[in-house]
């Protein structure tokens, strides 16, 4: 059994429905495309199609199988196009998906950097705060925060964002400013619902030691820029991403408080399906936003006593 003609036909029989379209695609008979599945089905002692009458289907060993396949042929047509070239230049269509804040404010720019240096790349992206089926849902890869989810997700680590906590100088003057992780209970805190405990607040004293707080506010959103935008507006107290609510605190509009508590930062990755052969794509993506993200933009200096009190 020729393998590479086997796994060809099969993934063409896959993609055009039918075995009589993939003859056609291959510019050969029904019966030798057949002959190739049928010889593949037996080499893997699986089945890998649903036959019947009207329709073709793929078994669960051969949806397994079948991206597997769609993988290793397109790493190979790669491999030749690169073959007298001295650098592999990734090509096609990159599917990707990211929250909706750091996608917008830090992804948009980077990819339209990646675009302009790599002219035969597409992305289609997605920027949703869900957590994305890679798999079911077909991406290539996802742009996460904190936690990957799934064990059968590859990371790569590319930055890592802080948590700040946060409210206008117009609330801190009419509230007056916590001291203490605990003298939350007694703020308007607006909280988020991606969060393991929507209702906590991480903090660590200076010793490490864990300082959790529970508490509670007037609004509960999906959003973290809804979120900053309530702060701003003087709603109350949030506890979001550096990458969020930067801008309104170098813009003066929200002051960072409890600093001297903040939790260890939040690592941000480029995760994947587990395969055996990664693409080129996604390898390059991948590799240019850890060289982008190196420095990040969006983290903030801990501001002095001194230059908070001349803000207030």
Known sequence: MDRFLA?????????????ARAAQRLDTSVSSVSRHVSELEAHL??????????RLSLTESGRVFHERCVQLLADLDEAEVSAGAATILPRGTLRLTASITFGSR???????DFITRFPAMRCDVELSDR??????EGYDLAVRIGAIG?????????GETHMVCCASPAYLARRGEPATPED????????????????VWPFRDRDGR??????AGPVHANNGRFLEGLAVAGAGVVCEPDFIVGPDVRAGKLTPILREFAPPPS???????????????VRAFTDFLVARFAVPDWTLAAPSKAARGAKR
């Not at 796994?7 to 075995?19: L, W």
């Not at 830090?106 to 339209?112: G, Q």
């Open 7 to 19: 796994i060809t036909a099969f993934v063409k029989v896959v993609e055009t429905g039918s075995f």
């Open 45 to 54: 002692d699986a089945r890998l199609l649903n036959r019947t009458t009207r």
């Open 106 to 112: 830090h992804l948009a720019p980077a990819i339209a």
């Open 131 to 136: 957590a994305v089926d890679l798999v079911d």
């Open 150 to 158: 799934s064990q059968n997700l590859v990371s790569r680590k590319i």
């Open 184 to 199: 939350l209970a007694a703020h308007a805190c607006l909280t988020y619902e991606y969060t393991s405990q929507r209702s």
């Open 210 to 215: 864990s300082r959790d707080v529970r508490i």
């Open 267 to 281: 690592p941000i990755y480029v995760v994947y399906p587990s395969r055996r052969h990664l693409s080129a794509k």
